[in-house]
């Protein structure tokens, strides 16, 4: 499986970077908003994984961007900020799910399997 980590945070994208390539996941980084939008509209990406605050485009505009393009990739959004609205700004825009920070990288290998074992 090919998923995109969009983190600007050095020590959660290489945690997470770690915890997949563990597993045998194939793992592009990007470290801000914009890069991850030129990778997800350039690669056949299977997963996303995106903080909804990063430089240049936020998580909300990744999760835009995957919509107007019609592609039909999960997308598990992080964020520190566990307001209500957040989170269901985030699932209104399309996030399959949404972890809070700090997170247990097992848990997210876990919400990870579940998603690839959905039917698409």
């Known amino acids: 499986m090919l998923i995109l980590i969009a983190e600007d945070d050095e020590l959660i994208l290489h945690t997470i970077e770690h915890k997949l390539v563990k597993e045998g996941h194939e793992v592009i980084l990007s ?12 690669l056949d990406i299977d997963l996303v994984i995106t903080d909804i605050m990063m430089p240049f485009a ?18 598990i959004v992080l964020s520190s900020m566990g307001q209500e609205e957040v989170v269901i700004d985030a699932f209104d825009m399309g996030a399959s799910d949404f972890m809070i920070k700090p997170f247990s990288p097992n848990e997210l290998l876990l919400r990870i399997k579940k998603l690839a074992n959905k039917p698409a």
């Open 58 to 75: 936020s998580g909300t505009e990744i999760l835009s961007t995957i919509q107007d393009l019609g592609k039909n990739i999960p997308v």
């Open 31 to 42: 470290r801000n908003g914009r890069e991850a939008i030129e990778k997800i509209k350039s």
